[in-house]
């Protein structure tokens, strides 16, 4: 087995055997840029060392042909005493995993090569080299605290009264060296090891165990990279950017990643080493100083830069390093961006000719979309950012600071916006998250309580803020204390915390799907092309859940096609609630239909609306869905109203019929009793009353020259006798209403319990669509009551991996995906050309869109705002 591979040897297509690094170290090497010699140990060489818990067979032998024929090369040997070659070991998976896994440079340096070293660059280089390598090989080898070392550099530089750590000169990092091993030996129970050979061997194996490392696991698991994949390990022969004003090392991006915009971007730093940059020991200079430094680096760097953009045909981003004016390539990538950046860049790239539009929407994301869309502060007053942490659930939140939910609660219902702060969210501060504009803590990521509840409820959150020592009613950061009633605004996009109340401007992008367009501006002209064309290449089609006329309208601006979920029950509230209280309490025909006599106009009138702003368009309407209990006052509100009544000898005989009527109507589990299909069945006259108004607002709107087109759903269908029932009574209302009218109205239901998937095939004899209902499909597939698991124990379920993102956000596919299928399948066999959609929350989830597309669903149904990232994931999902 061939476990190393030299530079020449790879390409940028092979990622998974050599990791992004190596194979773009190796891409730069042979398109012949200036990358110093080196070679690649493969992924595969870390699976079988961490599978058998030793290096494979054969590979040792392999890397010291790869070793010496590198000496060969470049001439020197590696820690030789009189002219040393030194190297760095670098890991690089195929995904990148900034921060999580390890690099060693200088490898090769001991007490004899130290001086070889002095020769050729200098005491002070040298030591400087020399007290890196103990530090980095220390900290990530042999697991000594990093910080034992950096204060030890502390207190060197406090000695000499200083800051700068160039200061310091020779004598000085020598002494360090001496401090340096000392904590090596302390805390490792044996010396520096002096011996080159043993510190490379060293250096690869802790990369390779790198991989296991708790916070690499954990971060794989948050971002769903795949736990198996293994991490390459790169041998490079160092270059040094700490040879004195000459030399320095910087990053580089061929465009802004922010905004997209073309240009030079980046940071240097001179007389420096890789990590000093990230590390932010001294400030760097914004790239473009390159040029009044060292002009022939910076031309020859800028035209790099332009070579390999042309070759990615994206956006790269660099590592490089100038060695007294030489320069050298050390790393890139195709860089990460914003979501704003994304969508320009995409569009530019197409204007340039480097990409067509089908791969312009290939590289942009509905979840991006998603972020563009919500509103966003406007940093224009350079507002005190106090802290940045994860952003853990999109959205622009402004209020006073409060420290417990109970005091969340009393504020918001004096009319303030708050931001609840805490350490950790638990179960109990639900009512203070509800209250709050946004959530903040200082512990977990992007799986803790405070996160999952957060993006469930739609609420801004900012996670995981460390530095903040949160106290009982304030909390300081930095110095800064921010107490009880101080205002707060957090962004859940970027995690960052600004002191003070920053204003919240809408996004240009709602703007634009509002119909009020500046296409001056550079973002929303790209979202409109790029829109454009997903439009053209998408063979879903997008409805939107809607409710009113109003929803209705504004989904059809954001470019829905129709509506896929009209939930009757919003009918049934306000100022109707006595007719539904009648009609629940009545015991007898006639009263009964007094009610629904009454309801009838209304809940057309409603019809009415809708089918005019959908004018031309299918809408499809549930028949009434939730417990009627739903609609009365809570058992304790009516119990309480009694006994007040009764004690002060007022006339409570309505209240106690309510109360009777609530206790018996009072279920266990009322997400299993007594509602959808069932209510029809069970309450005479009621979805024929709605069926009738469906009907009648059809026939009024086509009589004014209008098109509706009604699909009526039957919801919570199990068994298709059921829907047979619903079915023969309404075709009667509906041949009684339409007559000679051509309105045509189809009957179909909703696919949402376990058994009516398992049974579509007998069911879709009955139907003339189906309508997966993936809230509750998933509610009752996974048998998880909505309403309570995601703030009980989605966390813990999180945490363990038991699923990467909770199935009511994006569609489990094993599980209820296979229903879906199973119901797709059976449904279309019985009944070719049965119409098949989704409603639910699933219908704008990116992820979910593509299983639908898979599936061959004929459209998605999402709410209004969701409209526009669905036509753009049923577009790039058809490319
Ligand atoms: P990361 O993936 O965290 O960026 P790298 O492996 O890229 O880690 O290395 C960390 C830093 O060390 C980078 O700034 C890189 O440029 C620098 N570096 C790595 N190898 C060499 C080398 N052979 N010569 C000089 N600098 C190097
Ligand atoms: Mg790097
Ligand atoms: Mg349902």
């Known amino acids: 087995m061939k476990y190393v591979f030299a530079f020449e040897e790879g390409n940028k297509d092979l990622k998974d055997l050599l990791g992004g690094k190596g194979a773009n170290l190796a891409e730069m090497t042979n398109l012949g840029l200036p990358v110093p010699p080196g070679f690649t140990i493969t992924t595969e060489a870390c699976r079988a060392y961490l599978h058998d818990k030793r290096l494979p067979d054969g590979l040792t032998g392999q890397i010291e042909a790869r070793l010496t024929a590198l000496e060969e090369r470049i001439g020197r040997r590696l820690g030789d005493a009189a002219d040393p070659l030194l190297v760095s070991v670098r890991s690089g998976a195929k995904f990148s995993m900034p921060g999580m896994m390890e690099t060693v440079l200088n490898v090769g340096l001991n007490d004899e090569s130290v001086n070889g070293l002095a020769a050729q660059g200098g005491e002070r280089f040298a030591w400087d080299s020399y007290r890196r390598l103990i530090a980095m090989f220390g900290a990530t080898v042999c697991e000594v605290p990093a910080e034992d070392f950096s204060h030890a550099l502390d207190e060197a530089k406090r000695h000499k009264g200083t800051r700068n750590d160039l200061d310091l000169d020779a004598d000085d990092l020598r002494a360090l060296v001496g401090t340096y091993k000392k904590i090596f030996a302390k805390h490792v129970g044996r010396d520096f090891p002096q011996e080159p050979r043993e510190q490379l061997d060293l250096a690869i194996r802790a990369v390779f165990d790198s991989w296991n490392a708790d916070r690499a696991v954990l971060y794989r698991r948050q971002e769903r990279i795949p736990a198996d994949l293994g991490t390459a390990v790169n041998v490079v022969a160092m270059v040094f950017g700490n040879l004195g004003p000459d030399s320095g090392t910087g990053v580089a991006f061929t465009r802004d990643p922010g905004t997209g915009a073309p240009g030079v971007y980046g940071d240097y730093l001179a007389n420096a080493q890789g990590e000093d940059v990230v590390a932010g020991i001294r400030n760097t200079v914004p790239l473009q100083e390159l040029e009044r430094l060292d002009k022939t680096s910076y031309d020859e ?64 994301t509905g979840a991006q979309l998603g972020q563009l869309m919500f509103p966003r502060f406007d940093l224009s007053g350079a507002p005190e950012v106090l802290t940045s942490a994860v952003g853990a659930s999109p959205g622009a939140a402004v209020g006073r600071a409060v420290f417990t939910a109970e005091h969340a609660i009393e504020l918001a219902g004096q009319g303030e916006a708050v931001i609840l702060v805490r350490r950790e969210t638990n179960p109990d501060d639900l009512g203070g998250m509800i209250a709050a504009q946004g959530i903040l803590t200082s512990r977990g990521g992007k799986t803790s309580h405070a996160a999952v509840v957060a993006r469930g409820m739609g609420k801004t959150c900012v996670c995981g803020a460390d530095d903040l020592e949160v106290g009982r009613n304030e909390f300081t950061v930095h110095g800064t204390r921010v107490a009880e009633g101080d205002l707060l605004s957090i962004d859940g996009t970027t995690g960052r915390v600004y002191l003070g109340e920053v204003p919240v401007e809408p996004s240009s992008v709602v703007r634009y799907f509002e119909g009020d367009a500046d296409l001056q501006d550079p973002l929303v002209a790209a979202v409109d092309r790029l829109m454009r064309h997903a439009d053209t290449r998408r063979r879903l089609r997008i409805r939107s859940n809607a409710d009113t006329g109003e929803d209705a309208a504004r989904a059809r601006r954001f470019g829905a096609e129709g509506i896929g979920l009209c939930r009757t029950e919003h009918m049934f509230l306000g100022d109707r609630r006595e007719l ?31 089918f005019h702003e959908m004018d031309g368009l299918p809408v499809t309407v549930r028949l009434i869905d939730p417990p009627l209990h739903e609609f009365l006052p809570s058992l304790t509100d009516l119990a309480v109203r009694v006994a007040v009544a009764g004690e002060r000898g007022e006339d409570a005989r309505h209240d106690e019929r309510l109360l009777t009527a609530v206790s018996r109507m009072h279920e266990q589990n009322p997400m299993l009793g007594l509602r959808g299909v069932r209510l029809g069945l069970v309450i005479p006259g009621l979805f024929a009353m709605q069926v009738r108004a469906i009907a009648e607002a059809a026939v009024e709107v086509a009589r004014a020259g209008g098109t509706a087109r009604p699909e009526i759903m039957v919801p919570l269908v199990g068994a298709v006798q059921e829907l047979e029932t619903v079915r023969a009574e309404a075709e009667k209302i509906l041949a009684e209403v339409i007559g000679d009218s051509g309105v045509e109205v189809l009957i179909g239901t909703m696919i949402e319990v376990p058994r009516a998937a398992l049974t579509a095939g007998q069911i879709a004899e009955a139907a003339e669509f189906f309508s997966f209902g993936t809230n509750d499909l998933t509610q009752m597939g996974w048998g998880f009551s909505r309403d309570d698991v995601e703030g009980a124990f989605f966390w813990r379920y999180l945490e363990l991996g038991i699923f990467g993102i909770s199935p009511f956000e994006s569609l489990d596919r094993d599980g209820v995906g296979r229903l879906v299928r199973i119901a797709s399948e059976e449904g279309r066999a019985a009944r070719p050309g049965l119409k098949l959609g989704v409603c639910g929350e699933h219908g704008g989830d990116p992820d979910s869109v593509h299983f639908f597309h898979e599936v061959g669903l004929d459209y998605v149904s999402c709410s209004p705002f969701r409209v526009p990232i669905a036509r753009l994931e049923a577009g790039r999902a058809a490319v």
């Open 301 to 364: 760097l800028l035209r790099i830069m332009t070579l390999l953009e042309e070759h990615y045909r994206d956006l790269c981003d660099i590592e490089f390093t100038i060695e007294r004016g030489k320069l050298w390539m050390l790393q890139t990538r195709v860089g990460k961006r914003t979501a704003a950046a994304a969508f320009t860049i995409a569009a530019q790239l197409v204007d340039e000719g480097v990409i067509d539009l089908d791969e312009a929407i290939r590289r942009v």
């Open 580 to 610: 539904v209280e009648t009609l629940i309490l009545a015991d007898r025909q006639p009263e009964r239909s007094a009610a629904l006599d009454a309801l009838l106009p209304l809940q057309r009138a409603d019809f009415v609306e809708l």
